[in-house]
């Protein structure tokens, strides 16, 4: 059998979802909980590979077992042998030919950022914080600049093992929620640190350090060491992973409002 599931999870508190030698990740976590319904050893494919203290709230994975349980005992089982900031959402028989990763035809990613002079205490590690004020418009004008079919190689990490640094962002879009800014980017696929090396200059182009054009620049140059920094991976989300309808996983996508993190 193959089974996906669809599971959310706090990433603070690993070092990311693949897993390392001497770190715990939140792979690692689930194959040892899978393993234990399955009395097997089960390896599981992301649809995705978010990084250190990145979160999700709509993660695909896929494995293949021989063991025959009931899709809730791949969930509220698995549930019951995962640490608490890992959660089983939905399980899902699918055919041999369905692939997490490959099989994705888009995702979303969510960022959360709190604007005000003091850092955040409740939301600490969930939310980004900048403590000066950004001007809305601007970045999206950056942003407009930013979707489309590019080659985003200024905003790749220099250990991005992707063949092609072409990608197409369908959408990015940013809403202000009170002292936040809530910033959506989806496409077909990411670069390593995309998302994160974007965010990073739409927030100096926030801070009015640079004009919008400035990113269209960064394109055009397709050199990172002209970029901003990499930002901080604590309000990144994987929010949902889009598949083709034949596949029925009803997993395209998930919002939350900041009110709920």
């Excluded at 496409?187 to 994160?196: I, P, T």
Aim: glycine fraction near 8%; charge should be positive; proline fraction near 4%.
């Amino acid at each position: 059998m193959k089974i996906a599931l669809a599971l959310e999870y706090n990433g603070c508190g690993y070092y990311g979802w693949q897993k390392q030698p001497g770190h715990i990740t939140v792979q690692s976590q689930l194959e040892k909980a899978l393993s234990g319904v399955a009395g097997e050893k089960i390896q599981a494919v992301a649809a995705g590979r978010t990084d250190t203290g990145v979160h999700a709230l709509c993660q695909v994975v896929h494995f293949e077992t021989q063991a025959k349980r009931p899709l809730t005992a791949w969930v509220r089982g698995t549930n019951a042998l995962l640490p608490g900031d890992i959660s089983v959402l939905n399980a899902f028989e699918v055919s041999d030919d369905f692939h997490a990763r490959f099989s994705a035809t888009e995702r979303t990613y969510l960022y959360y950022l709190l604007s005000r002079s003091a850092r955040p205490g409740v939301n600490h590690g969930k939310i980004g914080w900048v403590h000066y004020p950004l001007d809305l418009e601007k970045m999206r004008i950056a942003a407009g600049l930013l979707t489309g079919e590019y080659d985003f190689s200024a905003f790749r990490s220099s250990e991005c093992q992707a063949k092609t640094a072409v990608r197409q962002l369908t959408r990015l879009s940013i809403v202000r929620h009170r002292q936040y800014f809530i910033f959506e980017f989806r496409a077909n696929a990411f670069l390593h640190h995309m998302v994160r090396n974007i965010l990073g200059a739409l927030v100096y182009v926030g801070q009015e350090k640079y004009p919008p054009e400035w990113v269209q620049m960064l394109l055009e140059k397709r050199d990172r060491a002209l970029a901003a920094p990499t930002f901080s991976p604590n309000g990144l989300y994987l929010s949902g992973v889009r598949y083709d309808a034949r596949w029925n996983l009803a997993v395209s996508g998930v919002t939350r409002p900041i009110d709920t993190l």
